[in-house]
């Protein structure tokens, strides 16, 4: 486990927020330190990098995140990322992005209707970005997928041009879980900080819990990139 | 061609938690004076050929809707 | 507008009042007069008939629930025993836990997806109002066929309720059952099991002490959810027309109970707090009237001041509301203050409705005039209770009498029978996958789930530092219940306490949920009595105690009840979850073991109902004794590190079993039968006491000596072969190039002179598609 | 006090699981010529004093709805 001191990386907690706790458990696990940020609060701290964790932000009532990107923790958030700052939002914490319109697109009910929660298959199509500079193109992992409404649709042209930038971050293999277009499980920025993840890394990082330890390159992708010098 | 919409809505003495949830924002948002908000859902039913309401009502009320905390309405617009 | 008080009520002794509409007989009214001297005011009445009802007093079944504690086994595990809202347990460490089940049956029938949801929402404030931080849930369900309308009706939107309130709520689902049975057709069985954790000091009652402590009421604000006599009462006070009738249907809100467990956590945890209490069943009614009757014995509560969704309620409604997501608490008034600042910070709604007093009466007030002034032990203690009458049902004999000998029942005779058999078993309702259920759930929330669906127990980590961890396992057979209550409960706790120690968690706790018919019925009654004086019995022989648990009655269609399904859940503890032992087998050459003894018993098995539509015989053998020699070979093979596997075998036998092990794992195996027993027999009985063990080589002879040394039959019966067909061996070759895997196989060995292959595609193909056949047909 | 109601419904041209189940349910339970479902969702809002029209329509095309997949109406109803 490599311990780059320094690394500062922001959590936050909404009303609602689940996997809070597991994402700091993974940066930790990954040498850096986890920041507890509070929705309500507009300060960050000081944090290097900002992680949206999983959950039902004011129970997803509306839309998925709908609600949470106008928490005041999040107004700074959405200036900080605009200026560059590393922001990972992680199923839940993906929804609010593209609300944000960090990211573009949206997120959608699964097209089968139901919640699913399954050890999903993926490729890494982008290994240039700061939260996946630890992956080899093409590398296949296998790790939790756990959500109601993760089916990404955007339109044609998005779609074409996310391709063509590639910014396709990760790809669903053997099963489009949740019907997402183009088998899209996640995708970044074409800054390659601002990154949104279907599927849950932080729920792999140790075998004894999670289904691999595929996670881990996430988290220590961004320690990595932040100690190269990727700060806002 | 016939156009039917259905709206179904919670009935008032169920508990919303959607709409509160959708309230509170409302009022961090800046929109003063709300009393109350309600989230219901509608349907847009495009129908070929001829309309069997009867069937249409047994529908809304069965399956559309959940006639143990719903209620429907139900208007067809002859297009 | 004036409400019934109680000097009306002093002055008015012949007012009539719908006693009965509201489920009170007549000397159960009497004895409420003879208690206060008066006839009750209305709200009283409320109070009254709903503590007193059968779901909260438990009138037929305590004096029989009473053997919990009179045969209870010594343990040093219990640190708060029955009674309290949940039973707590020592696991080491400075740490306990608490868990329970409940059943949400009826709700859930009307209203699926509500009735499910707010039955997960209300066993999570039970094991909240202890202190603890729930970490986990289950859900023992039981429904009618699985291709009947009325299940498919049904099904899905229970599923959807668990799953859209635990995953909302944050709980990793680590396990449960589903049960197809026409018995349940009409009368689903919902239940719903939470585990949670905490440190011995932060263990909290459910009591009002301390004169001049506030009682506060936080959480959801109260509407008409789960009125449903009371609005008889409410018509009676008000104009004749009265209001409208109530909903019955509660409406569950996650995201108000995940707020609700932070917000409790921190006011626990800053030590704000001297008793708390969940609303649950009765609500108001209910926490006031338990924590004045446990606390310093007074209470004056001011009902006008609890916040309202709907401001038509009458106080008899307020005080019967259902209403979800509600807490209440003991807070010294000193602590008022940062106790609402906590709650504000969570978004909380919180009202100081009352305060602790030594009167010894529960006063409440609405609008300045006193509807209620009662001993609160009265409401909440000293309900009635009755001997029902019971007897043993005439049809037991000839159901006894009616075994599945070979001569009356046909079995398989030939390899390709059996062959085909195994397929068709692996797919049957009862033993087929339910992911279709449990991909619906979400298991790795938290991020300590060590174990969960498909394994035998679900396992989670309570101390990240040390790997402390608890499994925990569900499990009932109603066909076995149905041929002898008595055994059907050991035979529930057998399989549940194997469930457990399979994982190598050493069980120490019992919880239960009595899922039954009407109590009223004798023969429903006596299977009920069995079943408890069974369970008992099992604890004290196991050594494990009761803790805590639900007993729900009247689950019937029409005069028919449910097969009699005494739920038993039962808690162990590990002390490293690093040494869970997985179902999974792994390496190739490891050795695979029977533990136990296999008859010809077929009586309620899995066969029996599957091929036969048959129940009937005297069900397996039950030998506890046995049971925890099993148990303890499981938990010390798993300590000392001799299997790299196990699974316990019950529904569909040793076959079953093995293929669940072989597609856990994705590699085959060669079997073979034993040649001193019949291949059907082998395959298929449902002896109890048995698991198969995955050994590997280095550990044969250490694990061989252990067994003999207890005297436990322990058979090799195959080894992991991940290269077993000459053929497959070949394809792969050529294929290795293209990355494609050889096929796996199962092969069982010496089938009257046979030898029969699955591949494990073919297997999972049979165990995987027949609920998404029906259910997303 | 008024009223105000906010029905709001996927962009034609996105993709609607839900109406597409509901569609299919239709179809199965005996409603012949059923060519399209699209399902939305209503929102009903009570507001005392007042309206703030602008803002109203300021967060219903941002919060009510997402600009990205949806469409919005909204009406006012004076009570
Ligand atoms: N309703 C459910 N919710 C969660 N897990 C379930 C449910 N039903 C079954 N499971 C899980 O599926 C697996 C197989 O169930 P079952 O065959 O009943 O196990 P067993 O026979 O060991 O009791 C177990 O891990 C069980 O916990
Ligand atoms: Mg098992």
Redesign the pocket.
């Known amino acids: 486990m490599t311990t780059l001191l320094g690394a500062r990386i922001g959590v936050v907690t909404f009303p609602g927020s689940l996997d809070d706790r597991d994402a700091a458990r993974a940066i930790r696990f990954a040498g850096g330190e986890a920041v507890e940020l509070w929705h309500a609060d507009a300060d960050l701290k000081g944090v290097d990098a900002v992680v949206l964790p999983g959950g039902f932000s004011y129970g997803d009532y509306l839309r998925c995140g709908a609600i949470a990107r106008f928490a005041p923790a999040m107004q700074t958030i959405i200036d900080r990322a605009r200026q560059g700052m590393p922001v990972l939002g992680i199923c839940n914490g993906f929804q609010i992005l593209v609300e944000s319109h960090l990211l573009p697109g949206a997120l959608i009910r699964n097209d089968h209707q139901h919640f699913v929660c399954r050890d999903q298959r993926l490729r890494i199509e982008n290994t240039t970005s700061v939260w996946t500079r630890d992956f080899d193109f093409g590398d296949e992992i296998v790790i939790p997928l756990k959500n109601g409404e993760g089916g990404y649709v955007a339109d044609e042209h998005t779609l074409d041009m996310l391709e063509a930038e590639g910014r396709v971050l990760a790809r669903y293999l053997e099963v489009n879980p949740n019907g997402s277009y183009r088998d899209i499980a996640g995708l970044v920025n074409a800054q390659g900080t601002v990154a949104g993840l279907m599927p849950h890394p932080e729920h792999a990082i140790e075998s004894l819990t999670g289904p691999s330890t595929d996670g881990r390159p996430f988290f220590t992708s961004i320690i990595a990139s932040l100690a190269a010098g990727v700060r806002a | 061609m016939a156009r039917v919409i259905v709206d179904v809505s919670l009935k008032p003495e169920i508990l919303d938690p959607q709409g509160r949830a959708v309230q509170g924002a409302l009022g961090r948002l800046g929109l003063a004076g709300v009393t109350s908000v309600r989230q219901g859902k509608q349907f847009v039913i495009d129908i070929d050929g001829v309309v069997d309401e009867a069937k249409l009502h047994e529908l809304a009320g069965n399956l559309l809707s959940n006639p143990v905390i719903e209620n429907y309405t139900l208007r067809i617009e002859q297009a | 507008m004036s409400v019934d008080n109680v000097t009306t009520a002093a002055t008015t002794p012949e007012h009539p009042q719908p006693y009965r509409d509201l489920g009170l007989r007549d000397d159960e009214y009497q004895r409420i007069r003879d208690i206060l001297s008066r006839r009750p005011t209305s709200s009283e009445l409320a109070m009254y008939s709903v503590m007193w009802s059968e779901h909260c007093s438990y009138k037929s079944s305590k004096v029989h629930l009473r053997q919990f504690g009179d045969k209870k086994p010594h343990t040093d595990a219990m640190l708060v025993g029955i009674g309290e809202n949940a039973g707590v347990v020592d696991i080491g460490q400075g740490w306990a836990v608490t868990f329970k089940v409940e059943s949400h049956n009826h709700p859930s029938y009307v209203e699926p997806y509500q009735g499910a949801a707010t039955g997960v929402g209300g066993i999570v404030r039970d094991i909240m109002s202890m202190g603890a931080r729930p970490v986990a849930v289950?859900?023992?369900?039981r429904f009618g066929p699985l291709d009947a309308a009325d299940t498919r009706r049904v099904l899905p939107g229970v599923?959807a309720g668990?799953g859209g309130y635990g995953n909302c709520l944050g709980l990793p689902?680590?396990?449960?059952?589903?049960?197809f049975d026409p018995s349940y057709a009409g009368n689903p069985l919902v239940n719903a099991l939470c585990v949670g954790t905490m440190k011995h000091e932060d263990i909290h009652l459910a009591k009002a002490s301390g004169i001049g402590n506030r009682v506060i009421l936080y959480g959801a604000t109260t509407g008409g959810d789960g009125i449903g006599g009371v609005s008889v009462l409410a018509s009676e006070t008000f104009d004749a027309d009265g209001p409208a009738k109530r909903p019955s249907v509660q409406v569950g809100d996650p995201f108000m109970e995940k707020l609700l467990i932070e917000c409790t956590l921190e006011v626990l945890h800053a030590g704000l707090v001297e008793g708390i209490q969940d609303l649950g069943g009765a609500g108001i009614s209910c926490a006031t009237s338990e924590l004045a009757s446990n606390g310093t014995g007074g209470m004056h509560v001011w009902l006008d001041r609890v916040p309202l969704r709907d401001p038509s309620l009458s106080p008899e409604e307020i005080l019967m509301s259902e209403s979800q997501e509600r807490m209440c608490a003991i807070v010294p008034p000193e602590n008022v203050e940062q106790f609402m600042a906590i709650c504000r910070k969570w978004d909380v709604i919180a009202t100081d409705i009352g305060v602790v007093t030594d009167t010894g009466r529960l006063i409440i007030e609405w609008k300045g005039e006193t509807i209620v002034d009662v001993p609160p032990r009265t409401v909440a203690h000293d309900g009635p209770v009755y001997q029902r009458p019971y007897h043993r049902p005439a049809w037991q004999d000839a159901l006894q009498a009616d075994a599945p000998t070979a001569d009356r029942l046909p079995r398989p005779t030939t390899a390709a029978e059996l062959r085909a058999l195994v397929l068709r078993m692996a797919g049957a309702p009862n033993?087929a996958s339910?992911a279709w259920?449990?991909d619906q759930?979400d298991r790795y929330v938290m991020g300590n789930t060590v174990l969960?669906?498909?394994?035998?127990?679900?396992m989670v980590r309570v101390d990240e530092e040390t790997g402390l961890g608890v499994a925990v396992?569900t499990?009932c057979n109603g066909r076995v219940a149905k041929l002898d209550p008595y055994t059907g409960a050991r035979f529930a706790l057998a399989?549940a306490y194997r469930?457990v120690a399979v994982t190598g968690a050493k069980p120490l706790a019992v919880t239960n949920c009595l899922n039954f018919g009407s109590p009223e019925d004798p023969e429903v009654m006596w299977q009920f009595a069995e079943a408890v004086r069974g369970l008992a019995d099992g604890c004290l022989e196991l050594g494990t105690p009761v803790t805590g648990g639900n007993v729900s009655f009247y689950n019937q269609t029409g005069t028919v009840a449910i097969l009699p399904t005494p739920v038993v859940g039962v808690l162990g503890v590990i002390d490293d979850v690093d040494r869970r032992t997985p179902m999974a087998w792994g390496e190739d050459g490891d050795l695979i073991y029977l533990l136990g003894d296999t008859r010809d018993e077929f009586a309620g098995s899995e066969w029996a109902h599957e091929v036969h539509g048959h129940l009937g015989g005297m069900p397996p053998a039950v030998d506890l004794a046995k049971e925890r020699v099993l148990g303890e070979i499981l938990i010390a093979g798993s300590r000392d590190g001799m299997f790299n596997a196990a699974h316990?075998v019950?529904?569909g036998g040793v076959m079953q079993a093995l293929v669940e092990m072989a597609l856990r794992s994705n590699v085959g195996a060669r079997i073979w039968v034993p040649d001193d027993v019949d291949p059907f027999v082998f395959m298929y009985a449902e002896s109890t006491a048995r698991a198969i063990v995955v050994v590997p080589r280095d550990e044969e002879t250490r694990f061989a000596g252990m067994c003999a040394m207890r005297g436990f039959t322990a058979s090799r019966i195959g080894v992991v072969d991940s290269r077993l067909d000459i053929d497959a061996i070949e394809a792969s070759t050529e294929e290795a190039s293209n990355g494609a895997v050889p096929a796996q196989l199962l092969q069982l060995d010496n089938v009257h002179g046979e030898t029969l292959r699955w591949t494990l595609d073919e297997l999972r193909a049979a165990h995987t598609a027949t609920l998404p056949a029906v259910l997303n047909a």
């Open positions: 289950m859900d023992p369900l599923i668990v689902n680590i396990g449960g059952e589903v049960v033993l339910k259920v449990t759930y969960a669906q498909p394994e035998d127990s679900g396992a499990d399989e469930n316990d019950s529904d």
